[in-house]
C-alpha cells in the first residue's frame, strides 16, 4: 500500500505547530545558529543571497563544464539517470526538454541562516556535480532558492512564487512553516523534504506531502536514555525541553524510555527552558538551573538549542553539578566547542545526531569531501554539509525514478516518492517512503563522544579536519525503538 496524502487532521495540527512559531529559536534550525553567530567561520548570509542570485549562471556553467567532462565517464552518467531518453518523459510544472528546477524554502537571512546556508552551499556542490555528469534525463538540474527568513507569513508567499516554478522542494526550514503550507503541497502535488524532526512528519493522517528524514525527535530520546541506562549506568533524569513541538516531541519520547526503563524522573522541565529570541537573546533560565542543580540527576536529557544549553549546564555546573548532559540532536552545536563552555561539554556531554559527522569512516563520506573540497576549498569544515548532501540525494532519487517511469509531472514526482529506498552509502540510515509508516520509520540514530582535542575548524582546503567527534556507536537502535509501535505523532500540542 503506497503512502496516502490525506488531511483529516492538519487543522489541529496547524494550530499546534503555529504556537511554536512566536518563537525564533523553538525548532529543528536552532541546533547550530545561536553559536553559529558566536565566531562561526560559515559563509555569510550575504554571501549566501549573492549565491542566491548566481544559481542560473552557475548551472549554464556546470552545463557548459558538462560538455567538457571526460566522455568515458558513462558509469556516473548512467548514476544520475542520463541514460533516459528525454523524449520519452512527460513533464509539467519545473520542468521541460532542457531543465529540471528544484525549489529551497531556505532561511538565508534569519535565525537560523548559518546553519542553513551551509546546507544551500552542499547541494549547490552536490547538484552542480550532477549536472556535469550528465544531468537528470538529459536535463540540467536548475536549483532555485526562496529566502524565507524563518518568518511563516514570509514562506507561505514565498512558497506561492515557488509553486509554478519548480518541480519539488529539496528543503523547507522550519515546522511551523511547513506545516503552513501543507495543504498547498497536497493540492499542488509537490513534495517537499522539511529540515526538521518532528515525528508527526510520518503520520498520514496530518495529510503533508513532506518527506520525513532521518529517525524523529521522539525515537532519537528512546535512543539516547536506553543507550545511557546502559553504557553510563544512568538511573536519574532530569528532562528540560521548549515547549512545542522540537521540545514536546524530544521530551514525550524521554517520558516514554524513562518509563520503560524504569528510569527516575527527578525533574520534569517539559516545556519549561524559554526559548531566546531576537528581543530577548539571553532569558533567565534561572528556575531550570535550580530544579537541576538541587534533584542532581545522574543524566540531563534537553531538547533545547545551543545558547539555552550553554546559559543553563554553564550555570548549574558552576554551581556544582556533576552530571551528564545529553539530548535531541539540536541542543549542541559543534560550534560550541569554539566557546568558553568547551571544557564542560568534554567532560560532561554525549551527543546524539541523525546521521554521521563530518569525516566519519562510512563508504560515502570521502565522495563529500572530495567534492566539497574540489568545488569549495575556503569553506570550513561542518557536519552540517551532510544534511544538505543526504537532502539532495533523496531528491535525486525520487526524480531518477520519476524518470524512469516516463512520468515527471508533479504527479508522477509524487507517485516517484512512494516507491524509491535511498541509499546513503553511510552518511545516514537507508530511508524508504514505501508502504505503512511503522514498516518505514527510521529508527536508528548515532552516539558521540564530544571530544575537544579532535576539534579542528579548519577550511577544507587546508587537509583533514574535524568537528570535535568520537564514534561510541552508531547506527544504533534501541531496543525501546525497535519494539516501537508508530501509530502517530509523540507529541500534539
Known amino acids: ?26 525548532d529543528e534550525g536552532s541546533a547550530a545558529t545561536d553559536a553559529a553567530t558566536e565566531g562561526s567561520e560559515a559563509p555569510a548570509v550575504t554571501e549566501a543571497a549573492t549565491a542566491t542570485t548566481e544559481a542560473a549562471a552557475e548551472t549554464t556553467e556546470a552545463a557548459t563544464e558538462e560538455t567538457e567532462a571526460p566522455t568515458e565517464d558513462t558509469e556516473a552518467e548512467e548514476e544520475t539517470g542520463a541514460s533516459v531518453d528525454p523524449a520519452s518523459v512527460e513533464f509539467d510544472v519545473g520542468v521541460d526538454e532542457t531543465t529540471i528546477r528544484v525549489g529551497m524554502l531556505a532561511d538565508l537571512s534569519g535565525a537560523f541562516a548559518p546553519l542553513v546556508t551551509e546546507i ?73 523534504i522539511p529540515l526538521s524532526w518532528y515525528s508527526g512528519w510520518a503520520d498520514p493522517e496530518l495529510g503533508q506531502n513532506a518527506l520525513e528524514s532521518y529517525t524523529s525527535y521522539c525515537i532519537e530520546s528512546m535512543n539516547g536514555l536506553e543507550w545511557m541506562q546502559a553504557n553510563r549506568d544512568v538511573q536519574t533524569v532530569a528532562i528540560i525541553s521548549f515547549p512545542g513541538e522540537y521540545g514536546g516531541d524530544g521530551a514525550a519520547g524521554a517520558k516514554m524510555a524513562a518509563e520503560a526503563l524504569g528510569l527516575e524522573v527527578v525533574y520534569d522541565g517539559d516545556g519549561q527552558v524559554t526559548p531566546p529570541t531576537a528581543d530577548n537573546p539571553t532569558p533567565d533560565q534561572s528556575a531550570v538551573v535550580s ?62 545526531t541523525y ?12 565522495d563529500v569531501i572530495d567534492k566539497m573540497t574540489a568545488a569549495k576549498p575556503e569553506l570550513v569544515v561542518s557536519d552540517v554539509y551532510l544534511l544538505g548532501w543526504t537532502e539532495a540525494q533523496i531528491t535525486q532519487a525520487i ?29 545516514a540510515p537507508d530511508q524508504t517512503w514505501a508502504g505503512e509508516p511503522n ?55
Open 399 to 427: 526524480l531518477e525514478k520519476a524518470a524512469e517511469n516516463g512520468d515527471m509531472t508533479r504527479a508522477g514526482i509524487v507517485a516517484a516518492a512512494n516507491e524509491v529506498e535511498v541509499s546513503f552509502d553511510g552518511l
Open 120 to 192: 544551500v552551499e552542499a547541494q549547490r556542490v552536490y547538484w552542480d556535480d550532477v549536472n556535469a555528469n550528465g544531468g537528470i534525463a538529459g536535463r540540467q538540474v536548475e536549483l532555485v532558492v526562496e529566502d524565507n527568513g524563518y518568518d511563516v507569513a514570509t514562506n507561505v508567499e514565498k512558497y506561492q512564487i515557488l509553486k509554478d516554478q519548480v518541480a519539488i522542494i529539496s528543503q523547507a526550514t522550519g515546522s511551523p512553516h511547513t506545516a503552513a503550507i501543507a495543504q498547498d503541497l497536497v493540492n499542488d502535488d509537490m513534495i517537499a
Open 291 to 352: 530544579q537541576i542543580v538541587s534533584t542532581n540527576p545522574d543524566l540531563v536529557w534537553a531538547t533545547v538549542n545551543p545558547s539555552a544549553l550553554s546559559a543553563i549546564m554553564g550555570n548549574a555546573v558552576g554551581q556544582g553539578y556533576t552530571g551528564l548532559w545529553s539530548g535531541n540532536s539540536p541542543t549542541y552545536s559543534w560550534k560550541l566547542l569554539g566557546t568558553e563552555l568547551a571544557p564542560l561539554l568534554d567532560e560532561y556531554y554525549i551527543a546524539s
Open 355 to 366: 546521521i554521521v559527522t563530518w569525516g566519519a569512516d562510512v563508504p560515502g563520506m570521502q
Open 1 to 26: 500500500m503506497t503512502r496516502k496524502w490525506r488531511y483529516v487532521a492538519v487543522a489541529a495540527c496547524m494550530g499546534m505547530l503555529a504556537a511554536a512559531c512566536g518563537s525564533d529559536d523553538d
Open 439 to 493: 514498516d518505514y520509520i527510521v529508527r536508528e540514530s548515532y552516539i558521540y563522544d564530544v571530544t575537544l582535542d579532535a576539534y579542528n575548524p579548519i577550511p577544507l582546503g587546508e587537509g583533514e579536519g574535524s568537528t570535535g567527534w568520537e564514534l561510541l556507536e552508531g547506527p544504533y537502535t534501541s531496543g525501546l525503538a525497535e519494539e516501537y509501535q508508530f501509530d502517530g505523532p509523540c507529541y500534539v500540542g
